[in-house]
């Protein structure tokens, strides 16, 4: 049994959304946390990110994992970002092939072999004709990483588990692996985490630190919590992890709320009292 620690903690270069890497590195420091998970687009995107790398570097900050989106993503309601999140419009696909050498690139620079994203909804029915055409995009990006010796990690949350496993054992590539969210599954309405947890531990790869409230409708939002403050057991949360033997990454993410620092340092306090 492998005991989860405070050393596995990270945080999310995107929670509150910071507009500059300077935000990011106040952030970090008012929080206490020195890992943190980087998303890569405004890297390539933003020409007021592009001296993060050496930024962290000299406030020895440590880069665990990337992320990336995709170009089409509205998240109004859980409706919207069916249609447009993930691979699921053609543009959005095309520009995620077209950008695969550039993350190569980043994850290259800082060390890394894993990234991770949101493939989009995976249909529940094996006969949706969609279903065949987002895991054929889904294998070629995935192929697309594996030629570089990256790992893939899919974001949990916008499919149920039994989903998305099946999806991975017809898929069977290697380097396709899975960030596993709980909050996600509660703010989709996709399941209860822990049931969750158990079904995808073979493939997780990393875990993110988010809580909700779950609304109970696939259609209506749930409520986004600070850890310890939803409905996610997060004692027996980490209890599954430590029997499975997990000793990666434990990334907080808090995508809303008006204090994201103080919410986050909120989060470690909880964490502090439940791993020690």
């Not at 910071?18 to 943190?36: D, F, K, Y």
């Not at 995620?96 to 894993?114: F, H, M, N, S, T």
């Not at 985490?193 to 531990?201: I, V």
């Not at 434990?250 to 008006?258: A, D």
Request: charge should be negative.
């Amino acid at each position: 049994m492998k005991r989860q620690t405070l050393a596995q903690l990270a945080v999310c270069s995107w929670s509150g959304w910071p507009e500059t890497p300077q935000v990011l590195l106040e952030r970090l420091h008012g929080i206490g946390l020195s890992r943190v998970q980087l998303a890569l687009d405004p890297l390539l995107d933003k020409p007021e990110w592009a001296q993060t790398l050496p930024l962290l570097r000299a406030e020895e900050i440590t880069v665990v994992s990337g992320m990336f989106g995709t170009a089409e993503e509205n998240y109004a309601t859980p409706a919207t970002i069916r249609e447009t999140g993930g691979l699921a419009p053609e543009i959005a696909y095309r520009a995620i092939l077209e950008r695969v050498p550039r993350y190569v690139a980043l994850l290259d620079e800082l060390g890394l072999d894993k990234v991770s994203f949101h493939a989009g909804f995976i249909p529940h029915d094996p006969a949706d004709p969609r279903r065949g055409e987002l895991l054929a995009r889904l294998g070629t990006v995935a192929d697309a990483f594996a030629a570089k010796e990256k790992q893939l990690l899919l974001e949990t949350g916008q499919e149920t588990a039994a989903t998305l496993v099946a999806l991975l054992r017809e898929l069977d590539r290697p380097n396709l692996r899975v960030n596993f969210d709980p909050g996600n599954m509660l703010l989709y309405s996709m399941g209860e985490p822990l049931e969750a947890l158990q079904m995808l531990l073979p493939w997780v790869a990393q875990v993110h630190i988010k809580d909700a409230i779950a609304s109970g409708d696939p259609e209506v939002w749930g409520t986004e919590m600070p850890a310890g403050e939803g409905q996610v057991n997060w004692p027996r949360f980490f209890a599954l992890l430590a029997e499975a033997g997990y000793a990666g990454n434990l990334v907080i993410e808090r995508e809303c709320g008006s204090d994201p620092v103080g919410e986050i340092r909120r989060a470690v306090n909880f964490l502090s009292t439940v791993l020690g």
